[in-house]
């Protein structure tokens, strides 16, 4: 019901949001339609001149089209965001329900998620890599790390403060089991913070990815990826190539203001039911 | 036949490092299958807390509720849980109680989903629709949301929700408070019909005088989370007992601003619920309290065959042998 309710509400009330979606989905399709080797491409071009002409975005300092990596980019970092920030929201809101409940096991998984934060999470995603291998799911494991934690305690504090509400406790009153008080209750009154927070985790995730990679994780060298290239390009702004860190950083701006104004727009619809 | 029975209920509350904030002290009476029973009293005198003690909401900390012959308290919470379908509540706060999420007709389908499984969908909705017929609100609600209906409104469909199982108890936790006087008297009709037809069970939860006359059957007052009078609301109002009942009473306005009333006023304010005092809970305020009154805490005694105080000053029923 959820997802032909989401779709259906979409198409109809809320063509911006469609939009966006259309948009991402868009953006992933041309970088995997346009070819891109970057073996072929590196050291074959030395013109680093920016504007109309062969290379939009100028070359970078190893020569290659930066325009044709900015496009690239998108093949990995957009796939790898995405199914972070869903795994994270997967595991996180279920999780998050559970741990706002009066039990002794929700205040000890609590206690733990405590520790758990405690322990710097990069470092964790390092050991994991070393232990079962480098492989580009790890990406994803490593980004639900971080931000699941960051799910189940803003999904846990909503839920908490909704429980002391009216409605609530009308659902027990009625007979509701946990689960239903849970899932007709509780999250659909947190549907709004939770779009947020996933927006903002899939702008972040883009981060992460870079910095990820910046390790050798995931997404290796000579492969395009945003971050590492933001990364490279930025010794050389001092230099006057600007160019090389710019484009990048412009492709991560417009998809965290696509992704915000998805959650926005999304939550506009879902809210339409409640007041404000 | 009794269908609600409070036996010596206890509540207490505490906050994280707070002082404990007793409630509900010893707390005993009964309901019987199609009366109205009124528990009145200001806040903070436990009359919310006894509207969920009655349904097990809250957890006892001593005494029994027993509901059609079984003892809710000994019950495991599945148990409990398929017994919500022939008892439940309905709130003061309206808006509040509704979930902003759910469209009106799911709200009211809930408890069928919970409790009546076997029903087809079709089944559901007419039961639905039955039940919002009844609350006069008809079927072009089933797809509104909350806040897109007035407060009276709202008010009915949390009723609706709590007829469509066709329960034999329901309590009402000054289900009229928040309303407009008109939306009031439509909504106290309502309810009187509602009673008539299924022969319901209300426990009516109110601060306001002249409402609990109108409804109830039988009326207990409460202080502090005792009851220090109850008896049959015709009765009780014409032959006040217990001081605090009087004070009550007499703080009432006349419809007619030309009566002039004897007010009979108590001194200082209600003692802190957290520091009870010792004895009767009213001594230090009472015009007629003495040390006989400070010594001794007083138990609801007969004063009349239907009718009970808790005061040491009121003579004991013929009939009944004083509590030692």
Same mark, same amino acid.
């Given at each position: 019901m959820a997802s032909r309710g989401l779709v259906g509400a979409l198409r109809r009330i809320d063509p911006i949001a469609a939009a966006g979606v259309l948009l991402v989905i868009s953006f992933i399709v041309i970088a995997y339609a346009v070819p891109y080797s970057p073996i072929d491409d590196a050291n074959a071009h030395r013109e680093s001149l920016v504007g109309p002409g062969k290379y939009w975005f100028g070359t970078d300092n190893l020569g290659r089209d930066v325009f044709r990596r900015v496009l690239a980019g998108a093949r990995l970092d957009l796939p790898l965001a995405l199914s972070g920030m869903a795994v994270s929201l997967i595991l996180g809101v279920p999780l998050g329900l559970l741990a706002s409940q009066k039990s002794r096991w929700a205040e000890r998984f609590m206690r733990g998620l405590d520790m758990f934060q405690a322990f710097p999470l990069l470092v964790l995603a390092i050991v994991l890599v070393a232990l079962a291998g480098n492989h580009l799911y790890m990406v994803v494991v490593a980004i639900a790390l971080i931000n699941t934690p960051r799910f189940i305690r803003l999904v846990r504090s909503e839920a908490l403060s909704l429980r002391e509400s009216r409605f609530v406790e009308a659902a027990v009153a009625i007979g509701a089991t946990r689960a239903r008080v849970m899932f007709r209750h509780l999250l659909p009154n947190t549907t709004g913070t939770i779009l947020v927070q996933a927006s903002l985790t899939a702008a972040q995730s883009i981060v992460v990815i870079a910095a990820l990679a910046y390790l050798g994780i995931g997404i290796r060298p000579p492969q395009a990826s945003w971050g590492a290239m933001i990364k490279d390009g930025s010794q050389g702004i001092t230099t006057g190539q600007w160019w090389i860190a710019i484009f990048p950083g412009i492709a991560v701006f417009i998809c965290v203001l696509l992704f915000n104004q998805i959650a926005d727009r999304l939550e506009k619809v879902l809210s339409r039911g409640a007041r404000g | 036949m009794t269908l609600v029975r409070l036996d010596n209920v206890y509540k207490s509350f505490q906050r994280a490092g707070g002082p404990v904030v007793n409630a509900v002290n010893g707390v005993s009476f009964e309901i019987s299958p199609g009366e109205t029973v009124a528990l009145i009293g200001e806040s903070g005198s436990g009359k919310s807390t006894i509207a969920r003690l009655a349904l097990r909401l809250y957890e006892l900390d001593a005494g029994t509720v027993y509901f059609d012959g079984r003892d809710l308290t000994t019950l495991s919470r599945d148990e409990l849980r398929h017994l919500r379908a022939d008892m439940t509540i309905v709130f003061q706060e309206p808006y509040e109680s509704l979930n902003p999420r759910q469209r009106i007709g799911r709200t009211v389908e809930e408890p069928l989903v919970i409790h009546e499984q076997k029903l087809t969908a079709a089944e559901r909705h007419g039961r639905v629709v039955d039940a919002l017929n009844h609350v006069a609100l008809? #079927?072009?609600? +089933? #797809?509104? +949301?909350?806040? #897109?209906?007035?407060g009276g409104q709202q008010q009915r469909v949390g009723i609706a929700r709590a007829l469509v199982t066709r329960p034999k108890f329901i309590v009402l936790d000054e289900p009229t408070s928040s309303l407009d006087l008109s939306v009031r008297a439509q909504i106290l009709q309502l309810l009187a019909d509602l009673q008539d037809e299924f022969n319901l069970a209300y426990l009516f939860i109110s601060h306001d005088i002249h409402t609990v006359e109108y409804v109830s059957d039988r009326i207990c007052v409460m202080y502090l989370g005792q009851i220090v009078e109850v008896g049959p609301t015709a009765e009780v109002f014409a032959n006040p007992q217990h001081p605090y009942t009087q004070a009550l009473l007499s703080s009432s306005l006349s419809a007619d601003p030309r009566v002039k009333k004897e007010r009979f006023l108590l001194g200082g304010e209600i003692p802190s619920a957290t520091n009870l005092p010792p004895g009767c809970f009213l001594h230090g305020r009472c015009p007629s309290g003495d040390d006989a009154c400070a010594a001794a805490h007083v138990p609801l005694h007969a004063y009349t065959a239907t009718h009970a105080v808790a005061c040491i000053k009121v003579p004991w029923h013929a009939d009944a042998e004083p509590a030692s």
């Open positions: - | 008809g #079927e072009n609600f +089933y #797809e509104r +949301y909350p806040h #897109e209906i007035s």
